[in-house]
Each structure stands twice: as C-alpha cells, then as structure tokens.
C-alpha cells in the first residue's frame, strides 16, 4: 500500500476534525487577530451552550461583527448549522457581506425588493446564507416567507430597534403590550431558530419597560412579561444578570475594560474640541429668513403627518446649517418641485386635485425608522414633496416665498465671505492640524449633505491638500477604493454620513464634524469610524458650530448644541471616556429628547433659555442608577486576562499549523488532477477549476456553495492578507468551497483503501509498532431534539506488543514511508486497539461534553423554574379569584375559563421546556471507526538509514539518554536567565514541537508574560542539527517564541548552550529539507554563527 496516499488519507481526517485540538480552529482559519474579550465571548460563553440564546451588548467598537462571524465559522466547521439568517439596519448589510467574506470566507447573499421580486424561486428558500434589511424583512408581504423557512442561526444586530412596550388596556383591563413590526418580526423568528444571536450596544436606551420586552427576545420563559408581572419581572432580570461572568444568557464589556494581547489598554484616549464662528450679517439674514419659510410652509402638524412635517423642517434646517451651497441648492430643488406640482394641479378637475392632495399628504415614511435610518436621497425626496397646503393659492403663495429665497442665498453663495469655511481653513492652520500638513496625520471631515461636500473638496484642493470622499451614492466597491485611497495616499477624506457606519479608519485620529449631528449617537458613531480597533494615537473631534451672529444674535440651534457639548465635557468626570458612547441614554434618562428640542427652539427661539436649562440639569448620575436598577449593570463582564495568557498558551501550541494544510491540500489537488501553480510571489494562482469540483453533486457543495471557476492568488497564510500587496488574496483552508471540494473528491479517490495498512519508519525507534487511526464521536441532541454530532477526533493509538497508548494522531506526519517494506506482513488485528480506545479514551471524551452540557442545563433549569414558580402564582392567583366572581357572577365564567385554560397551558409550556432542556444534558458514545493503520519499524540496517540521511544518529537508547542530559543542562540555563523554577515545564512526551515550555511576568501591572517554546537538541560538537516536520511548522507558527537550545556534547566534560530566537526565520536560508527521511537539516556551521 502507497504510504504517501495512506498518509494523505489520514490527514484529510485530521484536519477535518481538527476543532477537537485547536480549540479555536476558527481563528486559524480566518484572516483576523482576536483579542482577549472576543476569544472569551465566543469560545467560553457562546460555542459552549448547546441551545444558543445570547445577548451579545458590548460597547461599541469591540468587534461584534468579527465575534458573530467567528462564531458561524466554528458552528460551520462543526457541521452543526447550515441555514443562517443575518438582520440588520440596511446601511449595515453590505458591511456585513463584505467582512463575512474578507474576513471568515463566508458567502452572503443579500436579499432586497429587486432581488425578492425578480427572482422565479422564492430567495428565502434557495438561499442557504442571507443577509438582509430588518425594515425590509418586516413588511407584512415579506416576513411570512422569511417565517416559513427553518434557520440554524439567527442574529440580529443594532437588536435594540425591535422594540416593544407596555400600553394601558382601558379601565380594569389587563395591559398590552404594542410591539412594533421589528419586534413581531424577531419574536417570531427568535422562537423558530435553533440558535440565537442578539448584537447591540444600547441594550436598555433609558427605558425599563422597552428593556424587558426586549429581554423577551432571547428568552421568553426565562424573562417574563413586564406587563403581567411587573416587580417579579425585574428581580428575575436582576438575578439573571447577578451571574455576571456566570450568566449564560448575556455579556457586556465596556471600552474601558478591554485589553490587547499583551494586557495594555485597547483603546486610545479621545478628546473633543468646540469650534465656535459668527455668522456675518447676510449669512444672518439668511438664516432668519429660511427659518420663518419653515416656520409658515411647513409647520408642525398633529396626528399621522406630524411625522411627515416634522422630517421636511429638519432636513431643511440641517441644510441650512451645513453651508450655504446646501441650503441654496435645497431651495432651489424645492422650488422646481412645488412649480411642477403646481402646474399639474391646475390641469386637473376640483375632485382630482382634492384627491391628489389627499395622496401627497397621505405619504408618510416608516414610523418606525428613525431619520437616520434614512439615507440622504430618501430624506431629501420626502422632504421635497412634502405640503401643507390645501389650496392651489397656498403654493403658489409658497412658490414667491421661495424665489425671494432662492435669489437671496444665491447672493450670500457668491459673495465668497463665508464664515464657516473661514474657521475651517483657520483650524486647519492651528498647531494641532501641523501632522496633516507634514503628511504624518490623516483627516476625516464629516458633512451631513453632498452639496457641501463637494464644496469642501473644492476649496481644500485649492489650499492644497490631496482629499477623497466617501458619500452615500457609491457602491460598495468604490467606498472600498476610496477607503483605500485614504489610507495610502489622501490627507483628507471628506465623508456623509454613509461613512459613520461600516467604515473602518482606526489610521486616521483627526475628525471634524463640519456639521454636528442631531442624533447624539451619532457623534459616537462617527468617532468609531476613527476611534476603534487597531487605533494606536488619542484621537480628536473638532466640532463646528455657530452660536451667534457677528451682531450678537443668537443662532438658536447652535446655542442649544454647543451647550449640550459644554455638558458632555463637564460629565467626563462622572463617566470619563464613556460618556460618548451614552450620550443617547444619558439624554434619555434625563427626558432630553434632541431632535424635537432642536425643531421646537426654531420654532419658538423664546423657549431657548428653558432649554439650555434643561441640557444644565442634566444628570449623569441616572446612567448608572438605572443600569443598577435594571440590573444590566451586573451582565459587565472584566476579561481575567492573567487567566486569558495562560490558557493562550495550549491553545497557541495546539493550533492547527496552516503549513500543514498548505501540504495537504497540494498533495490533494495532485492526487485529483487540480493543477495549481506557484506565482513568483510565493502565492498560488489556480487558472481553472474543473467542473466536477463545482458539481452540485458534492455535498461540500450543497454546504458551503461553488468554488470560483478561477484564482487569481491563494494564500494559506493569514498574515498575507495583511500586506497592501495581497489584499485581494484568497485565504484558502477546511471551510472553503475549493478546500472542501478537493477533500471530498479525494477521500472519493481514496475510498478503496479505507481501513487499509503501510508501513513506514520510524529512525528512533528500537523495536516495530502499530499506529491505529480511528475516527470517534460523541453523539447527543441539538436544540430541536435531533440527534446530532457533539464531538468528534481523530485518534491515534500506539500498539507495541499488545500495550496501547493514546498518541498525538500527526505523528505520521514525521515517519516517512519505509524504503524497503517487508514483502509479507502479518493479519492485521486493530480490533483490540479498537476495544482499548472505547472502553477508555471515549468514556472520557463522553464524560466531558456531559460535564459540559450539565453545567450549562442546571443553571438554565433554575431560571426556569424560577421563572415559571411566579408566572404559575400568578395565574393561579387570578384563576381562583375569577372562579370566585363567577360564582356570584355568570359574566365571569368565560374569563375564569380563559384563566383555568392559561394555567394549564403554563404548565405543559414548563413540562416541554424542562424535559426538552433535560435531553441537552444527554451524551454517548458513538461508533469508533477504523480509519488507517500504519507499521512503522526501527531502522535495520546502514542502507536504510543512508536512504534517509540518517547515518550518524545514535542507538534510540543513547539518543534518549543524551536528549535528557540536554534538557536538563537547558532547564539550569532557563533558571540563571530568571524563569521561575515552577514555570519551567517538561512537555516534550505530549508531541507539540519542542521539549520545554517556559514562562514568567514581564509587567505586574498588565499582567503580560514573557513565554519561551524551546526545542533542546543535543548533538556532538560539529554534527548536523535536524530538525522533523512537525518541529519546523512549529517554529514558523510560533515565531519569536519558539526557541532553538542547542548543546553540543552534553554528556562530556564541557557542554556549550548556544540558542536562537526564531529558528524558522534565521536560519530559513541554511536549512536543507530531507524529504526521504521528513526532516529539515541544519549544518553545525550556520548554528554556530547564527547562535548566541
């Protein structure tokens, strides 16, 4: 049998089944850097719940999107989750395709009305990965498909905005609760899906009522309803939330706890500045005059279209803030749409326009978008066609209004005296700005409107600057590009608000909000843009306002913003960095709502004074009392990042070497006829990829979808991706189509030699021995009542003579193939191997996910039954006080019935629950199959080991005795250099790479350690160093903390210690790969040069 394929064969189950050893196979596989708290979220309180129902409410700008994704990778990699459903707010979605695929490999499909209605077949169904819009999803002819299919994962990010609340029912009326269509929508869908994941970074907004409902969503048994049970309610979620790194159900993490992977701080430090200007006396003027045209053409209305004239009057104050150009050419658009209406109006009948009217009056937008879920060209249309009027003379009278208007700010735009374009090129001019002039600093200058954009880009190309933009009207590939041209080129980026969202960055730390937002969040989610991971300077925001005129009249809205920014600095002292990442709750709590004040004070300028007095009465102190009082405060979770160092170590040691799936998967494409070629940088290009690997035949296929017809670069190596060069990179491993496909069609190929034998050797070896490869799994239930696959191994044992030994399943990876093979070989018997493997190994396997799945379960059933004790009282409580009245009263009857009728189906729903949470907690063993067997033999004579380049090694019993001399030489120089004798560990028996694991602190503040993988090579002075496989992907994996002892002579007289850092890198140009004998030589010579 051809050990090479028997070995290929073997391997392709290894990697497959990798997770069982490197516990974050996902992370070695996905072109990303996590960091302690996304590590912590994802693989110690979500992959391990077998019924996923989780809160994911970090502050903003940890990487909730990169933790989501790492979270569907390694459920997919399981093979536990097929169908995934992603809702967003629509700006979002494109971000999330595009970093599911950059980043995880991943392959969304975006559903919207064009894609919905073109398509023959319902896109629901036939697609497997959907992202899409939850305003979309909602609509009441969109969300029954969207209800009709099943979904493995579900997740919804900005969660908050399927909001609910508790409205009175009428006099001795129970309460209701009014849900909105987000919340319908995530209701219905959080009971279907098998797994949930809710993403936010606001989940209470100030509004307890709102918050419990909310909380409904991950559990409705767990959460009862705020309307029914009001006080039992809020101390259930406060005992939920008292777990705190405990609580199965939710995790917050706030910025200011979060650490990199050496323990400092992870973000910088944010600063913000006011930036104040007067307005000159026509820019007053005009200012006047816009505000009385909204005040009498669009003024504020009651009932359904106080919604309508509410967003007409914003945008066009906000233009009028932004710039002249904006505002002039708003008036102008204005114009042409009210002279268009007019015209129709007057060729239509009496009956005709009255109805007419009656439609445009009638257009209202989504009550339950906010304005900024609007994009710019949405506002601006409802905007436009807005009218108050009910009579032909009203426009016209409004068309005059606005040709005064549109000729007066003409004349202010041409008269080149503007104020705050002046402040504009002022700051620029200020020392704090000289980084941007030496071409060391970047700049992003936020503007609310195209117009003024433009106009901005126009006026700093002129002083000089080399400036890009970003704004709402490109596509994601030109965003892409544009983003790119900033970070390489461009000083300056000059940005809508299509940048505040899904726009990454952290190497820009210089901001200007040339318009200030009315949504107070946005001010944060325009700093994310800058202030996020990856950022390594404190960052600035200069905020322009203008407050008054060169005459000293006030500019309403600006009064009331630059008071609000006066305050934010002043709660700095309460909330420190956080209070941008409140803003929004801390307004909440304190009844400030923004927007309306903004609208209102243009409205009525007297009431200024009650306003500015409102924003000075503003209380930070609420924030915190109310997250106690609603017990969110007790989800805060601190990442015990002394505890996180540690257990990084096994897990870096035991991940899955991407050097082994780049031979792997080479050997593969060969062996099934794929021709892949090397580029001259060191990629892979692949020129075509033959149909039968994009068959929808595969099942690989079916899972994950086609390959590519072509690559153009292929990489197996994350840190390629990091390089400008290699953007574009394809990061190829178990996951991707193109992997998956070449395995299955090699395991297809190589199916005739299942559960066959080779024989390989093995050159330390003194006497032969069996190596038996069998594939075991631990079966259970998934969240439906399935069965399902809950773990699974390779496993290797070692049989000599009849002992059997658990051993590390690549071990083959360094016996190569015998040169020689004996002619006859023995039966082979892997049964009794087998026998060993099930009544030991898999027992504990089993024991362990029961653990596992026991621990989760019983904390679960407490809150059940906790939850359902004060839900039943109350029922029960009503129940007899109904039967009671209907005693006395016959009307009562049918409402006692319906009372009797809820207690008993409370009941059955906690029976269900109970016995359904009781199966999770059920693990056995399933089949154990026998994959490969390999003999491997000690070498028997010269020419053997002359065909493996092995001449000069010692007996296996010397060697063994000089290898333990070595070691304990290296473990003395360890303690002299200052590693603590306790933290200098043997591990060379468990096959990791190297013989020795050493570690002490390096910063008692931060907790950050020094840790040293040291591989001990005892040799004769002058003799060649070898180092195996397994041993150099070791070396090039770990890097600068993998360590090469070198001793020559350790038995004699006079042992020398010579080491070296990083033997991949240093020595990478002297090596000599042995490929008979599996093992990389080092000449004595370059160890000694190299060497300190």
Known sequence: MDGDKLRLLIESARIRLAYAHDRQFAVSLSAIRTLPHQIEAVYQKMLPQPRLRFLLADDPGAGKTIMAGLLIKELKLRQAIERIIILCPAPLTIQWQDEMLRWFGESFDIIFSAVDQQQLVNPWQKSSQVIASIDYAKQDDVRERVWQQHWDLLIIDEAHKCSARTTSGGAGREAKVDATKRYILASQLT???????????????????????????????????????????????????????????????????????KGGRLFPDRHARTVTFYLNSEEYALYKAVTAYINEFMAQQTGPRRTSAALARTVFQRRLASSTCAIHDS?????????????????????????????????????????DDLDEATRDQLADEFTAALELDQIRMEIAALQELVEQARRVREQANDSKLAALRTSLEEVQFS????????????????????????????????????????????????QELFRTQAQVCVATEAAGEGINLQFCHLMINYDLPWNPTRLE???????????????????????????????????????????????????????YDVIGEVLSLNDINLLEMLRQAAYDPRRLDEYIDQIDRINPIKLKEYEEATGIALARSIVDFSDFQHRNLEVEERRLMPCFVESFFLDAAREVGLKIDLRADGLWRLEHVPIDLRSERLQSVQRLGKADSSYR????????????????AVLLG??????????????????????????????????????????????????????????????????????????????????????????????????????????????????????????????????????????????????????????????????ADEASRREKELRRDRDDRLAGLARLTVARTGPVRHLATALVLPPSGIAETQALGLIDEPEPHISRKIELAAEDLVMAALKQEGFPPDRIQRIGHLKRGFDLRAHRILDTATGEIEVRRVEVKGRARGQAIRLTVNEWYKAQQLAETYWLYVVWDPLGDSPEIIYIQNPAARLDHVKREIIQGRFFEIPAEAIGKLGI
Not at 210 to 236: G, N, V
Not at 713 to 724: A, G, V, W, Y
Not at 747 to 768: K, V
Not at 841 to 849: D, G, I, K, P, T
Request: glycine letters at 6%; proline letters at 6%.
């Open 435 to 482: 980084e941007l002039r030496d071409g060391r600093g970047k700049l992003l200058i936020f503007t609310e409107h195209r117009s003024t954009l433009t106009y901005l880009r126009e006026h700093l190309q002129t002083w000089g600057y080399h400036t890009c933009e970003i704004h709402g009207g490109m596509n994601p590939r030109e965003r892409k590009r544009a």
């Open 734 to 895: 178990p996951g991707h189509p193109l992997y998956a496909g070449v395995d299955e069609r090699l395991n297809e190929r190589l199916a005739p030699i299942l559960g066959e034998a080779s024989c390989y050797l093995d050159p330390l070896a003194s006497t032969p021995y069996h190596l038996h490869f069998f594939e075991i799994s631990i079966r259970g239930k998934d969240a439906r009542g399935r069965d399902a696959t809950l773990y699974g191994e390779l496993v290797a044992i070692r049989d000599e003579a009849g002992k059997f030994e658990v051993v590390p399943s690549d071990l083959i990876l360094n016996l190569p193939p015998h040169p020689q093979p004996p002619t006859q070989v023995g039966p082979l018997d892997w049964q009794p191997a087998a026998d060993f493997l099930k009544g030991g190994y898999q027992l504990e396997c089993r024991a362990r996910c029961q653990e596992e799945r026991q621990g989760y379960a019983q904390i679960i059933h407490d809150y059940l039954e906790n939850s359902f004790r004060v839900r039943l009282n109350k029922a029960q409580e009503q129940a007899m006080r109904l039967l009671g009245e209907a005693g006395q009263r016959p009307e009562y009857k049918l409402a």
């Open 713 to 728: 670069k292929i990489t197996f190596h994350k840190q390629h991706l990091e390089q400008d060069a290699h953007l574009d």
């Open 525 to 579: 989610q325009r700093l994310g843009r800058i202030h996020r991971i990856g950022q390594e300077r404190d960052c600035y925001a200069f905020n322009f306002v203008a407050t008054e005129s060169e005459e000293g009249h006030p500019v309403i809205e600006g009064r009331i913003l630059q008071r609000l920014l006066q305050k934010l600095e002043q709660m700095r002292e309460a909330l420190e960095d956080r209070v």
């Open 331 to 371: 008036l102008k658009n204005r114009l042409k749409k009210q002279q268009y209406l007019l015209e129709e109006l007057e060729s239509l009948t009496p009956q005709q326009r009255a109805r007419r009217l009656a439609w445009l009056q009638g257009r209202l937008p989504d009550a339950e978008q906010d304005e």
């Open 191 to 261: 009971s279907q899906a098998d797994l949930v994941l809710l993403l936010t970074a606001t989940p209470h907004h100030g509004d307890e009522d709102k918050f419990a409902h909310f909380l409904r969503l991950i559990d409705p048994d767990i959460f009862p309803e705020p309307h029914r049970l009001k006080s039992q309610a809020a101390e259930i979620r406060k005992s939920v939330f008292r777990l705190g790194q405990d609580c199965p159900w939710a995790l917050r993490r706030l910025k200011e706890d979060l650490k990199d992977i």
